[in-house]
């Protein structure tokens, strides 16, 4: 199996693929990047990630020269070229470019990449998850940027804590997983933050699930919140809900996955079931 990837208006196996030891990805760590996955083979909610990543773009002065349905055209042709069994995960990728004295913004590279799709172990979705707090809070935090420094650096804390990931936490105000989102379960109100973190894609999915099961509260958090929980769980493209059932001491009810987190689960897989399967019955 070979994944490929387009690159500056080339397609070639991804791992054959180079950029310039002078761009500043590379030199300072300017760049964005944003990620999705199919169902069935069919990239879920395409146009969702395509805003945000165009949306990124802005907030870091990177010009994207490509439009909405350039890039459409670009992902369908490299998931078929690539012939992967199963589903796939789709990178977009836009750095500063080959700066010319390591500063300044020069022709980004854009990239789009066609990955192999892990699957997620099913204990992780029967049993749930434990994270640990961190305090941090990303700078731009509404753009998907390349710098994951803090999340890298922390992962021999995590793996020795048996952990699955870090939950940031700043000034006493509960954000986000170090790649997801993550939302609170309190009696019949589904909580998650407002402002400060990524406006994650399956997060707004789940927003829009479950305005008619929940009361739903967008809200800043705060970090006493996360004792009084009744569920906790994540939420992100590749990994969907994930169960939390453990934040550092704090273990919530029995300590698997609550009846509220099951039917978030439930009403997200018959969604993608509704847009995806369908869609893959038909073509």
Known sequence: MTCYCFLNGNVLPANEASVSITDLGL??????????????GIPFRLQDYLERFRASANDLRLPLK????????????????????????????LTGGNSPDSMSIAEPNFAVIIEYLPPTPKEQYENGVKLITYPFKRVFPLSKTTNYIAAIKMQPEVKAQKAFDLLYVFNNEVLEVTRNNFFLIKGDSLITAKDGVLEGVTRKVILELTKEHFNLEVRKVHSNELNAADETFLSGSAKKIIPVVQVDEKIYGSGKPGAGTRKIMQLFDEYVEEVCGKKAIVG
């Open 66 to 93: 490509y439009s909405d349905s350039q890039i459409t055209s670009i992902v369908d042709d490299l998931l078929k070229k690539s012939g992967i069994t199963g589903d796939a995960g789709i990178r977009l990728l």
């Open 27 to 40: 030199l300072r760590g300017y760049g964005i990047f944003d990620y999705l996955r199919t169902y069935y």
